[in-house]
C-alpha cells in the first residue's frame, strides 16, 4: 500500500535559521503531495500542495518541489520564525483508489528566539 | 465561511462503553472523511464518504466501529464497545471536490480517552 515517511523529531532551529523537513512516498502512480501545519491548539491545515511531478508549492515563506525521480516532496523554509513552531504532516493522495489519503507521522518543529 | 464543526471536544469513557462523535463538513462539500490520529502518529483514515455514500472504510474495525452521513451533509462515528487501544483524537475533514485530490479542511477534533 501507499506510504508516507517523514524526517523524524522533534526539530529545534534558533530564529531565522534554514529549515528543511524530508519526505519520500511510496506510492502506485503519482499522486498528489501535500504539507499540512498544525499550530498549538489548533487543527490540522493545508500550508501547501502539489499535483504533478516537478511542481512547486508554496505558502508563508515555505516551498516544496514535487520530484518524482526521488519520489520526495522535502519541505524548506529559508529563515524561520518563532511563529512557524508546529506540527508539519507530509501527506499523498492518489487519483486513483478512490483518493484515499496517507499522512506521515508528523514532525515537531520548535523554533527558540 | 464556517470551518468544520465537531462535537464533543473531549470525551472520557470506560472501556466496553458507547460513544458517537459527530461532525458538520464545510456547506456544500461533497467529500468527508473521518481519521483516528493516535498520540504521536499522522492521520489514519477510517472511513471516506463522497456525498452520502461510502468510497472507502477499508481501515475501519467494523466489528466495533460505525458511521453514517445521511442526507450527505453532517456524519456521526460510533464506538461499540469501545477498548483502551481507542484512545485517540478523532479527525473529521471535508473537501470540495469529489473524485480528485483536493485539499481536505479539517475540524479541531475529538479527543477521546477510554479508561
Known amino acids: 500500500g501507499d506510504s508516507v515517511t517523514q524526517m523524524e523529531g522533534p526539530v529545534t532551529l534558533s530564529e531565522e535559521a534554514f529549515l528543511t523537513i524530508n519526505c519520500t512516498y511510496t506510492?502506485?502512480?503519482?499522486?498528489?503531495l501535500f504539507w499540512y501545519v498544525q499550530y498549538p491548539g489548533e487543527g490540522l491545515q493545508l500550508l501547501l500542495k502539489?499535483?504533478?511531478?516537478?511542481d512547486k508549492g508554496s505558502n508563508k515563506g515555505f516551498e516544496a518541489t514535487y520530484r518524482k525521480e526521488t519520489t520526495s516532496f522535502h519541505l524548506e523554509k529559508g529563515s524561520v520564525q518563532v511563529s512557524d513552531s508546529a506540527v508539519y504532516f507530509c501527506a499523498l493522495t492518489p487519483h486513483t483508489n478512490a483518493g484515499k489519503s496517507t499522512f506521515g507521522d508528523g514532525t515537531t518543529l520548535t523554533v527558540k528566539p | 465561511e464556517a470551518g468544520v464543526a465537531q462535537s464533543p471536544r473531549y470525551k472520557i469513557i470506560e472501556k466496553r462503553q458507547s460513544v458517537a462523535f459527530w461532525c458538520n463538513p464545510i456547506s456544500g462539500h461533497a467529500t468527508l472523511y473521518w481519521y483516528q490520529q493516535i498520540l504521536g502518529q499522522g492521520p489514519k483514515l477510517l472511513i471516506q464518504f463522497q456525498n452520502n455514500g461510502v468510497v472507502d472504510d477499508s481501515q475501519l474495525p467494523k466489528d466495533r466501529f460505525s458511521a453514517e452521513r445521511l442526507k450527505g451533509v453532517d456524519s456521526t462515528l460510533k464506538i461499540q464497545p469501545a477498548k483502551l487501544e481507542d484512545s485517540a483524537v478523532y479527525l473529521c475533514?471535508?473537501?470540495?471536490?469529489?473524485?480528485?485530490?483536493?485539499?481536505?479542511?479539517f475540524g479541531p477534533g475529538t479527543r477521546l480517552t477510554v479508561l
Open positions: 506510492a502506485t502512480g503519482y499522486p498528489s
Open positions: 475533514a471535508s473537501s470540495y471536490i469529489a473524485g480528485v485530490p483536493d485539499t481536505q479542511y
Open positions: 502539489a499535483t504533478k511531478a516537478d
